[in-house]
């Protein structure tokens, strides 16, 4: 009898270790799973060069890599889905646009330098990014998750008009309007970048800005850039007011003492983050106050993000910034 019950036992803690056995099994494949999803390399089966702008270096790359370093670097992982979508979907149009023109030069296609071409961080250095803004771990792992699907999910599709790759621009912020392209650069007229309504959340830190610059300052640099204001002095300044206006209401000219200068250049001269602005003339200074980041032209990335938000999805986000446009596969 005894040596019943020691066996009955004795065959409870085998089966007993057995289950714990294939329930620690069971765990160490999930987290392989989660670990998979996590590192998984998708690749899209095409090379491009990128230019490294401070070291000169030319890498080759997959396509799909370069993409999961451009989203999230132009765009807040943080955002929507749908919001990251389009942007991987302009990400992509823009760099076969470029390349169609050329690319880079140089032995390269495309370069990281964001004024020049498109914004491009290594998965690495966007891992030390995130985790310098207090990102957690998980949440890093799930920013890069949403990448991966934002560039898988939309895998080889271009927007085209009349079956022609777009120039596909994008910027951050407009609220109420993006701009129409033939309003700067140069007046080139693209009939799907037009001025469309715009609406975005009004939380974004960046709505507002303002920019305050001494008279003299000011004048400075209007002489760097100018010579035709060597004869203006500060009291000229005072009289500096908008003398044009864009079809979306940004700023196209100022006047500063009868001599007409361009917003688009002075956003870049003085800073300013558009030129959808104000102007205020107070004790020897000017000041600007602005509404939106960016040009203006194309895509706005909060605008794309409210629009997620509002549910749409990434199709119709695209269709209402460019105008007349279609989503194509490659083949």
């Keep these: 009898?005894?040596?019943?019950?020691?066996?009955?036992?004795?065959?409870?803690?085998?089966?007993?270790?057995?289950?714990?056995?294939n329930n620690?099994?069971?765990?160490?494949?999930?987290?392989?799973?989660?670990?998979?999803?996590?590192?998984?390399?998708?690749?899209?089966?095409?090379?491009?060069?990128?230019k490294f702008s401070k070291t000169g270096?030319?890498?080759?790359?997959?396509?799909?890599?370069?993409?999961?370093?451009?989203?999230?670097?132009?765009?807040?992982?943080?955002?929507?889905?749908?919001?990251?979508?389009?942007?991987?979907?302009?990400?992509?149009?823009?760099?076969?646009?470029?390349?169609?023109?050329?690319?880079?030069?140089?032995?390269?296609?495309?370069?990281?330098?964001?004024?020049?071409?498109?914004?491009?961080?290594?998965?690495?250095?966007l891992f030390e990014i995130w985790s310098r803004k207090g990102y957690d771990e998980k949440t890093i792992f799930e920013f890069w998750d949403k990448v991966n699907e934002a560039i898988v999910s939309t895998q080889n599709e271009i927007i085209t008009y009349n079956g022609e790759c777009i120039k596909a621009f994008f910027h951050a912020s407009s609220?109420?309007?993006?701009?129409?392209i033939s309003q700067i650069w140069g007046g080139e007229t693209l009939p799907y970048l037009k001025s469309v309504e715009n609406i975005e959340d009004e939380g974004y830190?960046?709505?507002?800005?303002?920019?305050?610059?001494?008279?003299?300052?000011?004048?400075?640099?209007?002489?760097?850039?100018?010579?035709?204001?060597?004869?203006?002095?500060?009291?000229?300044?005072?009289?500096?007011?908008?003398?044009?206006?864009?079809?979306?209401?940004?700023?196209?000219?100022?006047?500063?003492?009868?001599i007409k200068v361009n917003a688009e250049k002075l956003r870049t001269m003085y800073g300013l983050k558009s030129t959808n602005f104000t102007i205020e003339i107070i004790d020897n200074k000017i000041i600007f106050n602005v509404i939106g980041y960016g040009h203006g032209v194309g895509l706005s990335q909060v605008g794309a993000n409210y629009y997620a938000k509002s549910g749409m999805k990434y199709d119709e986000i695209i269709k209402h910034y460019y105008t007349g446009v279609e989503i194509k596969k490659l083949n």
């Design 1 to 21: 009898m005894c040596f019943l019950i020691i066996i009955t036992i004795a065959l409870f803690i085998i089966n007993l270790l057995s289950e714990i056995g």
């Design 24 to 50: 620690k099994k069971e765990e160490e494949k999930v987290l392989e799973q989660k670990e998979e999803k996590h590192t998984i390399e998708y690749k899209a089966n095409e090379t491009i060069r990128i």
């Design 57 to 125: 270096e030319i890498v080759a790359m997959d396509m799909n890599d370069y993409l999961r370093g451009v989203v999230p670097s132009e765009m807040s992982p943080s955002y929507e889905i749908e919001a990251l979508k389009a942007q991987a979907l302009v990400a992509r149009t823009y760099t076969y646009k470029k390349i169609s023109g050329g690319g880079e030069g140089q032995g390269a296609d495309m370069c990281d330098n964001f004024a020049h071409c498109q914004a491009f961080y290594t998965k690495e250095k």
């Design 175 to 180: 609220p109420q309007k993006t701009e129409d």
């Design 205 to 258: 830190v960046n709505r507002t800005s303002k920019v305050e610059i001494s008279f003299e300052d000011f004048l400075n640099k209007l002489k760097e850039n100018n010579k035709e204001f060597n004869e203006v002095t500060n009291e000229n300044i005072k009289d500096t007011k908008i003398s044009d206006y864009t079809i979306s209401g940004r700023v196209k000219n100022i006047e500063v003492s009868g």
